[in-house]
């Protein structure tokens, strides 16, 4: 079992940044892959950004160039900065970890850009 706590979200205009931050309650980082998700209203869940245990990471097409994901196995954190922002990245973003056959997920954060 792990709990997943995202926080960071808020409101931003276009083109700003936000960090969010994924503490887990153990150590996981390092150790099994991790990403980050997101949903808009009424859209399904969309992978954002996947970080793998040695480092490497993929992104959306859409939010490539803009978003960055780094982990921190001392903090047992995850982070996605977020640059550049648009009105089309609002949305709940949810942090998200891969154990075995099991999938966990955070609460979610609301990032919401003014356009």
């Known amino acids: 079992q792990v709990q997943l706590v995202e926080s960071g979200g808020g409101l931003v205009q276009a083109g700003g940044s936000l960090r969010l931050s994924c503490v887990a309650s153990?150590?996981?980082?390092?150790?099994?892959?991790m990403a980050w998700y997101r949903q808009a209203p009424e859209k399904q869940r969309e992978l954002v950004a996947t970080?793998?245990?040695?480092?490497?990471?993929n992104y959306a097409d859409s939010v490539k160039g803009r978003f960055t994901i780094s982990g921190d196995n001392a903090k047992n954190t995850v982070y996605l900065q977020m640059n550049s922002l648009k009105s089309e990245d609002t949305a709940v973003y949810y942090c998200?970890?891969?154990?075995?056959?099991?999938?966990?997920w955070g609460q979610g954060t609301q990032v919401t850009v003014s356009s």
């Open positions: 998200h970890a891969k154990i075995g056959l099991s999938d966990y």
């Open positions: 153990r150590s996981i980082v390092s150790t099994y892959p």
């Open positions: 970080i793998t245990t040695w480092g490497r990471t």
